[in-house]
């Protein structure tokens, strides 16, 4: 082959090198068509949960940071703003530090339209800057009228048992510093449509995730505390109990149980009020009566421990403490097949020996009708009623004596007529005291006191 053919084939080479690279080129998905493809997959996760709020959807391609966002478009001109106001913030902030085309910035919503009133709405931002990838979440919550906050009372419910579900949560419940838990404020709340969602920052409760915590609260479980165009929606579950901590709290407690006469006249009241009380037992009677204790159980009251014979725990040995508290322990496994989580010391006497052998909650009082001296249905009614204001009280009395089962079946419906729920002792911790009980610390008419 001449040198002249030979240049000639290594041009037509070149050439036809050139066309393929400039046809690879031309076929090459451009960077922008990359990057909505990337948002447009990230956009369909919201897609299902945006029929309360229609999206408009945006994309800003950039070598120095690109934006794609999906906003919900709101007729109502405050809540409309606020979120307009809280993308553009987003957007300024990454627009700020962003400085290449790795660099992007994501945003998207849920909305949920929790009555034909109330509407939430969850915006989702996710963004890569300098490789490290961030996701932030923030709540909006409005009405016809414009951005509406939980009240008090709905507020204090919901977190109640938000933080029972962190808790309960097998994904990170064990670690959770339940100290942090009870005091956080670095949370939100979300109106859904079917509960509240309690939204906590990653890193509030545990450092064992980096994601937020979210929980979900069925609106079931708070109806009574709800406004009222969502509470009209709600069909009451009456199987799940629920406390109205929008009443005042009361509960009532029975000692030196169980009579197989007098417990369930007790219980017929109660039963009747649809109401629960809390029995401290003695296990040296309780294969007496075990029907009523099983009945007791089975209404939702709560059953507690009143030591095994009665002995004055304070000047009993240490020995003698174990034996009370196990015996007792053996008797109500047999019978309802749990041991109990209260105690109720013999005369309220608690020693520093008790407390420090005794795995469960300590419980006293702080209203004594004093039934066992009287045994008169008049005095221990009138006993209750004299005290005024019984919200957050522990009120005693003995499910043994046929005049106490008859005070009681005055007393229990003149509570809830001056607008008291009775709760057992568990309850009025929780929902009025919001306290976490210790193992070996005693409850009783100081705390009480100095709670209310």
């Known amino acids: ?72 478009s709101i007729s109502v001109v405050e809540a409309d703003r606020s979120i307009s106001d809280y993308y553009e913030k987003l957007k300024n902030e990454f627009i700020n530090k962003a400085v290449s085309d790795e660099d992007k910035l994501l945003i998207s919503y849920k909305s949920f339209k929790a009555s034909e009133d109330i509407t939430g709405i969850e915006v989702s931002s996710k963004q890569t800057l ?48 339940k100290v942090k838990l009870k005091d956080s404020t670095d949370y939100q709340l979300l109106y859904t449509d079917s509960g509240i969602d309690v939204i906590y920052s990653s890193n509030a409760l545990t450092s064992q995730t980096d994601e937020h915590i979210t929980v979900h609260v069925p609106y079931s479980k708070i109806r009574f505390a709800l406004p009222e165009s969502i509470k009209a929606g709600v069909v ?51 294969e007496n009566a075990p029907q009523a204790m099983q009945r007791a159980s089975q209404l939702g009251c709560e059953m507690g421990s009143h030591s095994y014979s009665h002995k004055n725990l304070k000047k009993a040995s240490v020995e003698k403490i174990k034996e009370e508290i196990s015996s007792t322990d053996a008797v109500f496994e047999k019978i309802l097949g749990y041991k109990p989580t209260l105690l109720r010391p013999p005369y309220g006497e608690v020693g520093s020996d008790l407390k420090e052998n005794c795995d469960k909650y300590l419980i006293g009082w702080s209203v004594d009708t004093l039934d066992w001296k009287y045994r008169d249905k008049d005095k221990v009614i009138e006993s209750v009623k004299s005290e005024g204001n019984l919200d957050g009280d522990v009120i005693l009395m003995h499910s043994i004596y046929k005049s106490t089962a008859q005070a009681v079946e005055e007393l229990v419906p003149w509570l809830i007529e001056n607008g008291y729920q009775l709760v057992t002792v568990s309850e009025l911790m929780k929902y009025r005291y919001e306290t976490e009980m210790e193992p070996g610390k005693y409850y009783a008419n100081q705390f009480f006191e100095s709670h209310k």
Request: glycine residues 4%; contains cysteine.
């Open 130 to 177: 300098s490789g490290t990838q961030s996701q932030y979440i923030k709540t909006f919550n409005y009405d016809s009228q414009g951005l509406v906050e939980l009240d008090d009372t709905l507020r204090r419910i919901t977190m109640i048992h938000a933080r029972d579900l962190v808790l309960e949560d097998q994904r990170y419940g064990s670690s959770v510093d």
């Open 236 to 286: 009451s579950d009456d199987s799940v109990r629920t406390v109205d901590i929008t009443k005042k709290l009361v509960a009532l407690t029975f000692d030196d149980g169980p009579s197989s006469i007098y417990t369930d006249q007790i219980l017929d009241v109660l039963e009747t009020y649809d109401s629960v009380a809390t029995f401290f037992d003695l296990g040296c009677i309780m």
């Open 1 to 72: 082959m001449s040198l002249k053919n030979s240049v000639k084939k290594c041009i037509s080479l070149i050439a036809a090198a050139v066309m393929l690279c400039t046809l690879l080129a031309s076929c090459a998905p451009k960077p922008q068509d990359v990057f909505k493809q990337e948002a447009d997959s990230w956009f369909e996760g919201f897609s299902d949960a945006q029929t309360a709020a229609k999206p408009t959807v945006s994309y800003q391609y950039s070598k120095n940071g690109s934006i794609a966002v999906s906003k919900p």
